[in-house]
Each structure stands twice: as C-alpha cells, then as structure tokens.
C-alpha cells in the first residue's frame, strides 16, 4: 500500500523561500513518476510540477522559474523547492503518484503567502 507524507508548509511573506517535501512508502519510489499538485480555496486542483523516474521535469507555466522539483531515490522522497514565493501561490500542496491505477495522494500541506 504506497503511503505519502508531505512536510515542509507554512506561512512566509511575498518574496520568500519554501522546501515541501514527501516521503513516499509501500512501494519502489524509483520506478515512478511524482508530481506536485496544488489547491487554493475556490479553485480546482492543479499540477505545479511533475519529475519523471530519469529526472525530467515539466512545470506549470506559473511557476516556471521560481519553483524546482526534484528526487531522492535512496530517501524515497520527491521535493518541490519554492523560491520567489507570491500571494497566488497560496495553496494546499499534494503529491501524488502517477502512473498507477490506484490513485495515490498524500495529505496535504498548506502553503500561505502574505503581501
């Protein structure tokens, strides 16, 4: 059964720095693509960031340049580095596994941005 925890969220001011991160469990975290999935109140779910099992990213065009997902294969564990931080990246914050026929998602971490 894969089991994925996120840490990392809370409160910063417009401009700064936030390191999420999820520890994946049950399975080989290897074999998978992960991404970053985000929810702001009122608004649908929405993918910020995705990395392949080889590394490769691909980024919401919201957060192209300021957001930097990255892996861990021996940590099992997949981080989204949020730099540059605005008001509108206030969100919940997911990771979810992808690829599998069960759908897979951890808990969720808040993420709040003050101006």
């Known amino acids: 059964q894969v089991q994925l925890v996120e840490s990392g969220g809370g409160s910063v001011q417009a401009g700064g720095s936030l390191r999420l991160s999820c520890v994946f469990s049950g399975r080989t975290f290897s074999a998978y693509s992960m991404a970053w999935f985000r929810q702001a109140p009122g608004k649908e779910r929405e993918l910020v960031a995705a990395i392949t099992p080889g590394g490769s990213t691909n980024y919401a065009d919201s957060v192209k340049g300021r957001f930097t997902i990255s892996r861990d294969n021996v940590k099992n564990t997949v981080y989204l580095q949020m730099n540059s931080l605005k008001p509108e990246d206030t969100a919940v914050y997911y990771c979810?596994?992808?690829?599998?026929?069960?759908?897979?998602w951890g808990q969720g971490t808040q993420v709040t941005v003050s101006s």
């Open positions: 979810r596994v992808l690829g599998t026929i069960r759908d897979y």
